[in-house]
């Protein structure tokens, strides 16, 4: 049974900083393809960024791209979300999500499959 708990949130003004964290408790959390999501009110979830289960390759999405940073120690179960340069638009719920497929995979195949264990949330909130 895997659970996962982010933290890190909070409520800041624009251009400020962020780092989320999610802890993994399960086993072989190096076989998992990670990633971080997140659903504004009354919008679709959406995908943030994804790394696959060595670390060795990440994605970002295009609204992140450059000012997210994904990373995991796969040592500390832990999983991150480093957020410079924040807008309102980054205003949401960020979710932890993850999906085990084995060790040795590119997040290519991270992108490709469906995410079966999600964390509660944690809120962004990014004032103008």
């Known amino acids: 049974q895997v659970q996962l708990v982010e933290s890190g949130g909070g409520s800041l003004q624009a251009g400020g900083s962020l780092r989320l964290s999610c802890a993994f408790s399960?086993?072989?959390?190096?076989?998992?393809?990670m990633g971080w999501f997140r659903q504004a009110p009354g919008k679709e979830r959406e995908g943030v960024a994804l790394i696959s289960p060595a670390g060795v390759s990440t994605y970002y999405f295009d609204s992140v791209k450059g000012r997210f940073t994904i990373s995991r120690d796969n040592a500390k179960n832990t999983l991150y979300l480093q957020m410079n340069s924040l807008k309102p638009g980054d205003t949401a719920m960020y979710y932890c999500a993850a999906e085990r497929k084995g060790p040795n995979l590119s997040v290519d195949y991270c992108r490709s499959i469906k995410y079966n264990d999600w964390g509660q949330g944690t809120q962004v909130t990014v004032s103008s």
């Open positions: 399960g086993y072989s959390y190096s076989s998992y393809c």
